[in-house]
């Protein structure tokens, strides 16, 4: 729908809006009537009176329309790269029922005194667009003063970093859109959302307020998974540490390069360490930083998200363990991830055992047994890793809309479908790696071919019928959804069963059969 353009400048929209003292003053007597007309002692003329009374109302009303919508978009020469022309004192009585207000690309690079202002003067501000406006100074605390606030928009808006810290403090965000943006992290403004940490320099609390009412979070086309943090990590690592950290091991390196396997390590430091992944730790291991992955605990600061968009970011892994069960629309394209276990609720669990400690507490308890010539005939025994695979229940029961396509997956997870009674769509194209798919998905397809069609064709449709009284009389606690539009092409490695083996045997035997052909009718 085309919307015309206010002309007029900012001063003198604001000027010409209606004082809301002044409206509800009119409301007020509108509501209780002229006392002394509508009921004089006489009983004389009151009917004409409430009839009077009646139409100034509505006169009134259609004069005096407050502001509710604010639409100043595209304005860069009337705000100068700050908000202070909104903010003048004169205008607080005009911007009392503001709901919305529109500063799509007016090259503001400066909030201070929006969230002081508009917190006092509209109490009902629910809609904010400061879409396309370069806030180099980045959002200031002051925001959070908006507590009404529902809808945000700071799509392209060169945000660096981690997420600010008021978007943490707005209780009413039902819709927040920061797509096309520089964040790296989720550890807003120091409150570490997997380990409840808080930065000393933040001037929040610790505790991880959850955002309730918060149903589509977009994070499209910033620089997420790609492990560069700023400031403090989902580990709780600094970036300064973590460089420290980095020099120390290149110096250990070199100390020990060129030196025989052993020599030059302190073993009596290793320990086993585990990398399972919980809701209160970081995932994947040491040296993981937030930089790589979403808060682990999302179903804790987000509990009742429904749409989650992640797209053409740097992903390997998402690093979620606890889904918000009411998600319904993930969109996770164009990443790096290599398979969707997290989304199946599939925990993989690795962990490091350094043999030597073990040995030496083996000892310890059994004296007189030396074990260290074994431990020097085979020195690859020193340590090894044990990987294990958790298979939870669904993590995602809401689920009706995954998008993976432009990855990098592997494999389908079985269950994909199964395990998702309410999917309506599923997108895994352009997934270069991925050669096979679950049979549940080439069924829903209707490509699965089995071994009982061909030749006992005849017999298997007998059994049909018998199989079809059956499951109608006991059906399965938990069947794939209905009908489910999935996409799978193209991808080149990706072939329906039946069509071709990886080896490319069907090729080969289709070339045998047409070569015997050949030969038996040169005999002829």
Not at 10 to 34: F, K, R, S, W
């Amino acid at each position: 729908m085309f919307i015309k353009k206010d002309l007029r400048k900012i001063p003198t929209i604001l000027e010409d809006a209606v004082d809301c003292n002044a409206y509800d003053e009119a409301q007020e007597e509108d509501e209780n009537g002229d006392g002394d007309e509508d009921y004089d002692d006489n009983g004389n003329n009151k009917t004409n009176n409430k009839s009077n009374i009646t139409k100034s109302k509505v006169k009134r009303i259609k004069r005096e329309e407050p502001l509710t919508v604010l639409r100043l978009g595209r304005r860069k020469q009337e705000f100068n790269g700050t908000v202070q022309v909104l903010c003048d004192i004169t205008h607080v009585p005009k911007l009392k029922y503001l709901q919305t207000i529109n500063l799509y690309e007016c090259n503001i690079n400066n909030l201070t005194g929006f969230g002081t202002m508009f917190s006092v003067c509209s109490p009902n501000l629910t809609t904010i667009n400061l879409g396309r406006n370069p806030l180099s100074d980045g959002i200031p605390d002051e925001l959070s003063k908006c507590q009404s606030l529902k809808h945000l928009w700071l799509d392209d808006c060169g945000l660096t970093g981690s997420l600010p810290n008021a978007l943490l403090h707005l209780p009413n965000l039902e819709s927040l859109r920061i797509p096309n943006n520089n964040i790296t992290d989720l550890t807003i403004g120091g409150i570490n959302t997997n380990t409840n940490t808080t930065n000393s320099s933040s001037s929040y609390t610790s505790t991880v307020i959850p955002l309730k009412k918060l149903k589509l979070l977009c994070l499209d086309r910033n620089k997420l998974g790609s492990g560069i943090v700023h400031g403090s990590g989902i580990d709780g690592t600094s970036t300064k540490e973590k460089d420290d950290n980095e020099n120390s091991r290149v110096g250990k390196d070199k100390g020990t390069k060129g030196k025989p396997e052993g020599e030059g390590k302190d073993n009596s430091s290793a320990t086993v360490t585990p990398t399972t992944s919980t809701c209160n730790s970081s995932v994947s291991g040491s040296g993981s930083g937030g930089g790589r992955f979403l808060p682990s605990n999302l179903a804790e600061w987000l509990p009742n998200l429904e749409e989650l968009l992640v797209r053409h970011n740097s992903f390997t892994k998402l690093g979620i363990t606890k889904w918000p069960s009411s998600l319904k629309i993930l969109h996770v394209s164009s990443n790096q991830l290599e398979d969707l276990d997290e989304i199946m609720g599939i925990t993989n669990m690795s962990s490091g055992i350094d043999v030597d400690d073990n040995m030496n507490m083996n000892s310890d308890m059994n004296s007189g047994v030396d074990d260290t010539p074994m431990m020097e005939d085979n020195p690859s025994l020193s340590s090894f890793t044990v990987s294990t695979s958790i298979v939870t229940s669904s993590a995602l029961p809401s689920l009706t809309h995954l998008y993976a396509n432009g990855n990098q997956l592997k494999n389908i997870p079985n269950g994909i479908l199964t395990n998702h009674p309410k999917l309506q769509r599923l997108v895994v194209s352009h997934n270069a790696p991925l050669k096979q798919l679950p049979n549940e998905v080439w069924d829903q397809l209707g490509l699965l071919i089995t071994s009982d069609e061909g030749g006992e064709k005849e017999k298997g449709e007998e059994k049909n019928d018998i199989n079809d009284n059956n499951n109608k009389e006991s059906a399965p606690s938990s069947t794939s959804p209905a009908c489910v539009e999935i996409i799978w092409k193209p991808n080149p490695n990706l072939n329906p069963p039946g069509s071709i083996n990886d080896d490319g045997d069907s090729d080969n035997n289709n070339n045998n059969d047409n070569s015997n052909d050949n030969d038996e009718s040169m005999q002829e």
